[in-house]
């Protein structure tokens, strides 16, 4: 007799409504793989624009499908050549590709976290895939001590660890976010400098905070006008990542202009090959979130059922901090 489960799916590329709840066949853990219980997920921003039809050239995804790719939750069976142990463990892991808003999940064993002692799963699985990014991208920067560290969209669930990190490594740090409570949250998490970019002329507030010479280090998650824009105070000599698109596209530079300035910058290409070539763990970003390092800031916790309203939520700007999806 077959089972199912309760799963998000995206029916069609195009705007929230065409996630829908349906119930699918439960799956099966093939060799090296296992079979999850999934009591949360996380949301990330990009799988809103995947969702719309955008990033087609960097995400193989065709719908029907069901989207989400981190979770957390306890280990129901496991596949061929997978020990036994995990069974009945608490865990965080990442599907092959997507699949994990549903109520139960395959993943590969390899992928698999148990959740140390002292960290809630709710923290486990918020900083999972955003702190993986944040310690990558901690490694990929140069040595931040000293330096003037400009963030944007750092009010975001990668770009407040972000801060912490840069504050951690005695940056100064610039952060950039859009409304008062945003600004708020990132100068609590003890950003030196903060500006709204929702007002014009954001970008002479950052020169103004580096002494006329531009940001050394970028970290730049807001993508569009706004990453061009940050990318126009950039220090000769510095080092940008244009890591994020929630404003419709990643940000826009000109190549010859950052090879006159001598500007290093990691676009999302060079970002996704550097991800399989990192020494940065999953196992390293759940450490680092035990001993404090990384504090995850969870805005809100949607059930399946408001999958759809979530994923409005955060293209609209709404959340302060990131959203996770209570599964069961």
């Known amino acids: 007799m077959t089972t199912t489960m309760r799963a998000a799916v995206v029916t069609a590329f195009g705007d929230a409504d065409v996630i829908e709840i349906q119930h699918l066949p439960t799956p099966t853990p093939g060799p090296g793989e296992v079979l999850v219980d999934v009591q949360l ?18 995400f193989d995804v065709t719908p029907p499908y069901v989207p989400g790719s981190s979770f957390g939750g306890v280990v129901r069976t496991v596949g061929d050549g997978v020990s036994a142990d995990w069974i009945g463990k608490t865990v965080t892991g990442r599907t092959a590709s997507f699949g994990a808003h549903a109520e139960q999940v395959v993943a590969p064993a390899e992928s698999l976290l148990e959740v140390p002692d002292g960290l809630t799963l709710e923290t486990a699985v918020a900083v999972s895939g955003d702190g993986y990014t944040a310690l990558m991208l901690e490694e990929l920067a140069t040595d931040l001590t000293g330096k003037h560290v400009l963030i944007t969209a750092a009010a975001g669930g990668m770009g407040i660890l972000l801060v912490q990190l840069a504050h951690r490594a005695s940056a100064h740090v610039i952060a950039a976010a859009r409304g008062q ?6 100068k609590a998490h003890h950003a030196d400098v903060v500006i709204d970019y929702g007002q014009p002329g954001w970008e002479k507030l950052v020169l103004e905070a580096t002494n006329g010479a531009g940001a050394d280090i970028t970290f730049e998650g807001a993508g569009g006008t706004l990453g061009a824009t940050a990318f126009t105070v950039a220090a000769d000599h510095s080092w940008f990542s244009a890591h994020g698109a929630p404003s419709g596209g990643f940000a826009a530079y000109d190549e010859a202009d950052a090879e006159r300035r001598g500007i290093t910058v990691k676009g999302i290409r060079d970002l996704r090959v550097d991800t399989a070539t990192t020494t940065v763990t999953a196992a390293q970003v759940l450490a680092r979130a035990a001993q404090g390092d990384l504090v995850p800031v969870i805005d809100r916790l949607y059930p399946l059922d408001q999958l759809a309203e979530a994923h409005r939520a955060m293209t609209a700007r709404e959340l302060v901090g990131k959203a ?5």
Request: glycine share 10%; no cysteine.
């Open 41 to 58: 997920t996380d949301l990330i921003f990009v799988e809103t624009a995947i969702r719309a039809g955008l990033h087609g050239g960097f």
């Open 324 to 328: 996770l999806i209570r599964i069961r």
């Open 181 to 186: 409570a945003k600004l708020d949250l990132v």
